[in-house]
C-alpha cells in the first residue's frame, strides 16, 4: 500500500510527519550514494546486523554492560545507567547496549538504545578499547532472567 508519506497517514500510525520525512530524506540520500559507488542496493528485512554494526561504530563510546548486579554501566567510566522505560528495550535488558543520549532525571537513563555484540566493539573501536575492557564475564553470573542472549528470549505477542 503506497502511502506517498501522507500526514494523515503519519497521524493515523502515530508517526510525526517531520520525522518521516526526515527519514525519506536520508533514505534517498543513502540510494544516491550507492548508485553513485555503483552499490547494488538490496534489502534483507529480517537481517540488520550490519545495520548495528554501523551505529556501533557511529557511537561506540556509548556503551553500556549489564553487571552482575543487574543494573547497566558505562564502560568506560563505570557510571551507572538504566534503560529508559519508553524504550523497548527495557524489559528485555541485553548485555550490551549502545545508546544515543543520556537523560538526567530522578536517574541517569539511556535513550534511543540498541543491542550490540560486545566484539563489534574491538572491530570499529580498537584504538578506544581493549580486549580486557570487554570481556563479557560469561564466568560470572548474572542475577536470573538479565542478559541472556537474543537466541534465549523468546517474545510473546
Known amino acids: ?26 533514505r534517498e540520500q543513502l540510494e544516491g550514494l550507492m548508485e553513485r559507488v555503483e552499490c547494488e542496493i538490496v534489502s534483507n528485512p529480517g537481517d540488520n546486523i550490519g545495520i548495528r554494526k554501523a551505529i556501533t ?3 561506540f563510546y556509548h556503551t553500556a554492560r549489564l553487571s ?12 551507572t545507567v538504566m534503560v529508559h522505560p519508553n524504550s523497548g528495550l527495557f524489559e528485555e535488558r541485553p548485555k550490551w547496549m549502545i545508546y544515543h543520549e ?6 541517569e537513563f539511556m535513550r534511543q538504545v540498541i543491542e550490540i555484540e560486545n566484539q563489534w566493539l574491538l572491530e570499529v573501536a580498537p ?8 570481556e563479557d564475564g560469561s564466568g560470572k553470573k548474572l542475577p536470573k532472567n538479565t542478559g541472556k542472549a537474543r537466541e534465549e528470549m523468546t517474545r510473546k505477542y
Open 127 to 134: 584504538h578506544y578499547y581493549k580486549a580486557k575492557d570487554l
Open 57 to 59: 561504530a557511529g557511537f
Open 68 to 79: 552482575k548486579s543487574g543494573q547497566y554501566k558505562t564502560v568506560k567510566h563505570q557510571q
Open 102 to 107: 543520556l537523560v538526567f532525571t530522578t536517574k
Open 1 to 26: 500500500m503506497e502511502t506517498n508519506y501522507s500526514t494523515q497517514w503519519c497521524f493515523e500510525n502515530f508517526i510525526q510527519h517531520r520525522s518521516m520525512k526526515r527519514a525519506r530524506d536520508v
